[in-house]
C-alpha cells in the first residue's frame, strides 16, 4: 500500500501541475523511493492505436518508478481539449467523484512510498453539475501539493486556493513555485517573498523554465524530504 499519498492541485489551468509531478517523482526516486502517479481524469486526448492517450498522464507514466498500466494512470480519458465536465458530456459519459476516489483507492492499494494524485484544473474545476474535483481528496483525506506559476496575479490566485484547501478541512503540505515562461516575471523576488511569507506552508522548490520539461533537470531544484515526514 502506498506509504504517503498527495493530492497536487494548481492555482489555474496549464500552470505546470504535471510537470511538477513528474519532477517530485524524480526526486523521489532519487531518493531511492518507489514511486506511483495517476491523473484519474485528462481531457485533450489524443487517439493513437492503442486508444485515447494523455501526454500529461504518459509523463507521469515515464517518471514513476513502479511499472502500471496506462488505464491504471489515467482511467477516464476524454478527446477535446476542454474543461472535464464538458468533455465528458459531448461524448456522454458520467463524472463523479465517487468513482475517481474508487479510482484512486484501488491504486493506493499498489505498494510505493509516495503516491500522487494529479488534478486538473484548479481547486474548484467542475466533474458535474453537482460536485467539483475537490471532492476527491477531500473524501481521500489526503494532504494537498499546491502548484503557483509564477506570474501577474499569482498571489491572490495563490492566496485564494490555499484558503479554499484548508476551508474543505485538508493540509497543504507544500507548494512549489514554477516558472512559465523563459522570461522572468517582473518582481519575481518580492512575489516569491510574499508566498513565502504568508502561505504558510513549506516551499518545496522553485523551479526553472526547462524548455525540455525534464523531470531530472527539474527535480534538482526540489526538496521534497518533508513529505516523507509528516
Same mark, same amino acid.
Given at each position: 500500500m502506498?506509504?504517503k499519498? %498527495?493530492?497536487?492541485?494548481?492555482?489555474?489551468?496549464?500552470?505546470?501541475?504535471?510537470?511538477? @509531478?513528474a519532477?517530485?517523482l524524480?526526486a523521489?526516486?532519487?531518493l531511492?523511493?518507489?514511486?506511483l502517479g495517476?491523473?484519474?481524469?485528462a481531457?485533450?486526448?489524443?487517439?493513437?492505436?492503442?486508444g485515447?492517450r494523455?501526454?500529461?498522464?504518459l509523463?507521469?507514466q515515464?517518471?514513476?518508478t513502479?511499472s502500471?498500466? %496506462?488505464?491504471q494512470?489515467?482511467?477516464?480519458?476524454l478527446?477535446?481539449?476542454?474543461?472535464?465536465?464538458v468533455?465528458a458530456q459531448q461524448?456522454?459519459? $458520467?463524472?463523479t467523484?465517487?468513482?475517481?476516489?474508487? #479510482? @484512486?483507492?484501488?491504486l493506493?492499494?499498489?505498494p510505493?512510498?509516495?503516491?500522487?494524485?494529479?488534478?486538473?484544473?484548479?481547486?474548484r474545476?467542475?466533474l458535474?453539475?453537482?460536485?467539483? #474535483? $475537490?471532492a476527491?481528496?477531500?473524501e +481521500?483525506d489526503?494532504p494537498?501539493?499546491?502548484?503557483v506559476s509564477?506570474? +501577474?496575479?499569482?498571489?491572490?490566485?495563490?492566496?485564494?486556493?490555499?484558503?479554499?484547501?484548508?476551508?474543505? /478541512?485538508?493540509k497543504?503540505? /507544500?507548494?512549489?513555485?514554477n516558472?512559465p515562461?523563459?522570461?522572468?516575471? @517582473?518582481c519575481?523576488?518580492?512575489? +516569491?517573498?510574499?508566498?513565502?511569507?504568508h502561505? /504558510?506552508t513549506?516551499?518545496?522548490g522553485?523551479?526553472?523554465?526547462? $524548455? @525540455?520539461?525534464?523531470?531530472?533537470?527539474?527535480?534538482?531544484?526540489?526538496?521534497?524530504?518533508?513529505? #516523507?515526514?509528516?
Open positions: 502506498a506509504k499519498t %498527495y493530492f497536487v492541485t494548481g492555482t489555474d489551468t496549464g500552470v505546470g501541475k504535471t510537470m511538477v @509531478s519532477a517530485i524524480e523521489a526516486r532519487q531511492g523511493k518507489r514511486t495517476m491523473k484519474p481524469i481531457s485533450g486526448c489524443e487517439s493513437t492505436p492503442d485515447l494523455n501526454e500529461d498522464a509523463m507521469l515515464q517518471a514513476m513502479e502500471l498500466s %496506462y488505464d494512470i489515467n482511467p477516464i480519458a478527446e477535446p481539449a476542454i474543461a472535464p465536465h468533455a461524448a456522454g459519459r $458520467s463524472i467523484a465517487q468513482r475517481l476516489v474508487g #479510482f @484512486s483507492r484501488g493506493q492499494m499498489q510505493a512510498d509516495l503516491m500522487l494524485i494529479e488534478g486538473a484544473g484548479g481547486w474545476v467542475p458535474n453539475d453537482r460536485e467539483v #474535483f $475537490s476527491v481528496p477531500r +481521500l489526503i494537498v501539493v499546491l502548484v509564477l506570474k +501577474l496575479g499569482c498571489i491572490n490566485h495563490a492566496m485564494l486556493t490555499a484558503e479554499a484547501i484548508r476551508a474543505d /478541512g485538508l497543504i503540505a /507544500g507548494w512549489v513555485a516558472r515562461d523563459p522570461e522572468q516575471m @517582473s519575481e523576488r518580492e512575489t +516569491l517573498t510574499y508566498l513565502l511569507e502561505l /504558510g513549506p516551499c518545496l522553485v523551479l526553472p523554465w526547462e $524548455s @525540455s520539461a525534464d523531470p531530472r533537470v527539474l527535480a534538482r531544484s526540489l526538496d521534497i524530504q518533508c513529505l #516523507f515526514e509528516n
